[in-house]
Nanobody, 119 residues
Framework: QVQLVESGGGLVQAGGSLRLSCAAS????????MGWFRQAPGKEREFVGN????????SYADSVKGRFTISRDNAKNTVYLQMNSLKPEDTAVYYC????????????WGQGTQVTVSS
């Protein structure tokens, strides 16, 4: 079992930056690829990006490419989402999720953290 706790959300003006953190406890963190997702009011949850188990592979949604950066520190059992040049349409609850090695499914999810971008 893996427990995930996000932090770092808040209110920021358009053009600003935030860094979200997701701290993991439980089984070996480096055995999990980690993803970030978000869900805006009235919309379905969408993929933001992910990072491989050792951090060598990254992928991003087109909507955030060039503005958001995912990183991880396996020694600290933490994954980060650096968000720059924020836009009002980035407003959502952001979730981190863990995907076990060789699995196609995210099995563990955090509770989410709210990000609100004002115009």
């Amino acid at each position: 079992q893996v427990q995930l706790v996000e932090s770092g959300g808040g209110l920021v003006q358009a053009g600003g930056s935030l860094r979200l953190s997701c701290a993991a406890s439980g089984r070996t963190f480096s055995h999990y690829a980690m993803g970030w997702f978000r869900q805006a009011p009235g919309k379905e949850r969408e993929f933001v990006g992910n990072i491989s188990e050792m951090g060598g592979r990254l992928s991003y949604a087109d909507s955030v490419k060039g503005r958001f950066t995912i990183s991880r520190d396996n020694a600290k059992n933490t994954v980060y989402l650096q968000m720059n040049s924020l836009k009002p349409e980035d407003t959502a609850v952001y979730y981190c999720a863990g995907r076990p090695f060789a699995s196609g499914k995210y099995a563990y999810w955090g509770q989410g953290t709210q990000v609100t971008v004002s115009s």
